[in-house]
């Protein structure tokens, strides 16, 4: 009977429900400016987010990064547009059962040079959000996943400083935890 189970837990890569998409990214998708929702981004994070399999999320999440990359790529793009395509990219890391999606997202980042700045600012202030107080608070293992992805890509060295910040946040978050 050990050895059903066994070969049961073995045969299941992913968990049974896709990512979990909170009700505040689902909000914050409506109040995008024209610019980015006009976007192939825009509609490939629409298609993202609307799979209901995380076995067809996997394979949809690569052609979301390559329009991630194609829009940071664009020349009319300006910072406004780049720094709320970010934020709403790099907070998919943070969402439950998105650890299948890391490594295509985080791969992609070590492209984008030319914004290190608005992409670790914008990783620093999610992790902050997600730890601190307010709607996304209380994520303690979001964000100590979202970290460790980040750690174990040496290319990514621009993002160095944000882990850092990001691992003070969860720091401070654990602390009271200890305590409960």
Known sequence: MSSNWRS????HRYTYTSVVVPKH??????????EVSS??????LNNLISLTS???????VKDFAAAFMQFLSSPAVNDDAVLVAAKLYLEIL????????????ISV??????????????????CEECGGSGVKAKKRFLVSRA???????????????AVEKGVEV???????????
Not at 100 to 105: A, I, N, S, V, Y
Not at 147 to 161: H, M, Q, R, T, V
Request: glycine residues 4%; neutral net charge.
């Open 170 to 180: 969860m720091h401070w978050m654990w602390l009271p935890g200890w305590m409960e």
């Open 147 to 161: 970290a460790l992805s980040l750690i174990g890509y040496p290319k990514l060295g621009f993002l160095d400083e």
């Open 94 to 105: 943070f969402f439950e059962n998105s650890l299948p999606l890391h490594h295509t997202l």
């Open 8 to 11: 049961l837990q073995h045969r």
């Open 39 to 44: 976007s192939s981004f825009f509609a490939q």
């Open 109 to 126: 980042l070590a492209k984008c040079k030319k914004f290190s700045a608005v992409i670790s600012g914008c990783f620093t202030l999610l």
């Open 54 to 60: 995380t076995y067809a999320q996997v394979v949809a």
């Open 25 to 34: 990214y689902l909000e914050a998708l409506a109040l995008v400016p024209a």
